[in-house]
Each structure stands twice: as C-alpha cells, then as structure tokens.
C-alpha cells in the first residue's frame, strides 16, 4: 500500500472517529450523540405509547406481541433481582434496556450511510451516529443511576444510616472510618463508572471494527467481514443493553437493602 493510500486510509479513519460539537476543551458538546440519543428516546417513547393505545385483549399483533414480550421480560428480571415495592425500577428497567438498545443498533447501519446524507445535504463536517460510543452519553446515563443509587440509599437507610454504611463497614471500629470511607467511597463510585465504561468500551470498538474494515478493504469485499461480524454484533449490542438493565436493577436493590 502506498504512503498516499495509508494517509487517506488514516484520514477515513479519523474522520469516523471524530465528533461533530460545539466548543472546546472540557466545555465542548457533542451534538451529533446527544442528537440522536433525543431521537431514540423519543422513538421508544412514541412507539411504546401506540401500542398502549392501541392494545387488544384478542389476538395481538405482531408489534403488540413483541412489545408484550419485552415487557414481561423486563417485568421477570425486576421481580427476581429486586425484592422491594416499587414503581419507578421496573418502568426505569424498561426505558434503559430499550434505549440503550436503540442506541446500540445504530452500529448495525450502514458505516457511510448518514454520515454521507450529514456532508453532502446538510453539510456538517463529521457525524457519528453511535451515542452509546461516546463517553460522556454512557457516563450520563451511569451518572443518573449513580444520583438514584445514593436517593435510594438515603430514601431507605436514612442520612445517618447511610453516612454509617460508609464509615463503619466492614470494619466497625471508630479507629478504622477513614480507612471504611476509602474502601465504601471507592466502591460505591465504581459502580457507574463500571456501567459506563463497560458499554462505551465495548460499543467504540465495535464501530472501529465497523469502521477499519471500510477503511482497510475496497467495497466490493467489504461484506466478507462485515456479515460475519454484524451477526455477531447483534449479540453484543443485545447483551450490553441486557447487563446495563441488569446492574441498574442490582445496584438499586442493594441501595434499598435496610442493612
């Protein structure tokens, strides 16, 4: 391969890789990730709330009964990991698991397909379409789990109980609370960094996959692999959404646990 094909190879590259925001630094939005995480949340929304509408006690229809089917799903998974009266984890539950599925999928499209329509008719200048591939979506989202972890914490332990849980385990003696707040402190912030890093982590390198094989192959072959590991990464987008929804659920039950 010659230098000029290397370099226009990496510019493909970098050019997928590159967000289209506003600002710099530390104060830079990336618009087109939040862009199309409103769009998916506002798709679920829309979507889930015809088929409520329009539910029927006969025969469903083939939406109805995949809707029905996801909802009893999520509904299971509540009852068997959260062991508390609740209104908010199973509809909550639901919303994660579809969105970040939703957003997920979006891996599934073709790599030049909107980022093509963003240049040629709207003229943006890069455009990823993968918000699940983007830290900062994925540690929001941790982010707001994180603020309900510690509300549930409060909610059901009290201030004091929970100030206790942090400076009195495991250890339970005066002299050891520095050394319990640092062991707690470290392990309640690792729980959404973990549901962050875990999904960004693993839907950025299937988009860089998506991303070298149009980059590195002429696209008359591109199919020999990208088949192959679209397949594949229908299981993955599937199972990140499914442990997302999982350690949301876990967490928040043990946030509600009273010791």
């Known amino acids: 391969m010659s230098g000029e094909e290397i370099s226009t190879?990496?510019?493909?590259?970098?050019?997928?890789?590159?967000?289209?925001?506003?600002?710099?630094?530390?104060?830079?939005?990336?618009?087109?990730?939040?862009?199309?995480?409103?769009?998916?949340?506002?798709?679920f929304l829309v979507l889930f709330r015809k088929v409520a509408k329009n539910v029927t006690k006969g025969v469903p229809g083939k939406l109805q009964c995949a809707v029905e089917l996801v909802i009893d799903f999520v509904d299971s998974s509540v009852r068997d990991m959260y062991h508390r009266e609740s209104k908010v984890i199973a509809p909550l539950a639901?919303?994660?698991?579809?969105?970040?599925?939703?957003?997920?999928?979006?891996?599934?499209?073709?790599?030049?397909?909107?980022?093509?329509i963003g240049q040629h008719i709207f003229r943006l200048k890069a455009l990823r379409v993968v918000p699940t591939a983007d830290l900062n979506i994925t540690l929001s989202m941790a982010l707001g789990i994180f603020i309900l972890i510690v509300f549930y914490s409060i909610k059901v332990k009290g201030l004091f109980g929970f100030l206790k849980s942090l400076t009195r385990e495991p250890f339970n003696h005066p002299s050891l609370i520095p050394i319990n707040f640092i062991l707690e402190g470290v392990s309640l912030c690792s729980k959404p960094l973990s549901l962050g890093l875990r999904l960004f982590g693993n839907m950025y390198a299937g988009e860089l996959i998506f991303t070298l094989i149009a980059g590195l192959l002429p696209w008359w072959l591109q199919w020999v692999l990208n088949v192959p590991w679209a397949i594949f990464h229908i299981l993955i987008i599937t199972l990140q959404a499914f442990i997302f929804m999982v350690l949301t659920i876990i967490y928040l039950s043990m946030a509600s646990e009273e010791h």
């Open 9 to 43: 190879t990496q510019e493909y590259i970098s050019h997928h890789l590159t967000q289209l925001r506003i600002g710099t630094g530390f104060w830079s939005i990336n618009i087109d990730s939040i862009f199309f995480s409103v769009m998916l949340g506002v798709i």
């Open 94 to 116: 639901l919303t994660v698991f579809i969105w970040v599925f939703l957003m997920n999928f979006m891996d599934l499209l073709p790599i030049d397909f909107l980022p093509y």
